[in-house]
């Protein structure tokens, strides 16, 4: 059954998050994920926002993004994640 995370981001450093963005991609790929949308906030329609863009990254199953997010190449990016950017991950599971 497929899941997907959700990002939402507030960028402190927008060189930093480049770098960061691009080497996350990279281990996204490697692990068999696969970027479905991504955005910038162009308007709140009910209650508040706080973040200034989304990224919807989907894997074939849960333990297949929780092998990404847990393997030593993304667990290497954190520390660069945390200087660039403000982000919330969350995961997801589809319904059977």
């Not at 997907?4 to 281990?27: P, S």
């Not at 162009?42 to 989907?58: K, M, W």
């Amino acid at each position: 059954m497929a899941a997907f995370f959700i990002a939402t981001t507030k960028i402190k450093d927008a060189e930093k998050f480049q770098e960061y963005a691009g080497q996350a991609g990279q281990t996204i790929s490697a692990h068999g994920g696969k970027m479905i949308a991504r955005g910038k906030v162009a308007a709140a329609l009910a209650g508040e926002c706080t973040h200034q863009g989304t990224g919807i990254v989907r894997f074939p199953d849960m333990d297949t993004l929780n092998g990404w997010y847990n393997s030593a190449e993304y667990q290497a990016l954190i520390p660069l994640r945390n200087e660039a950017v403000e982000m919330s991950l969350v995961a997801y599971q589809e319904p059977d």
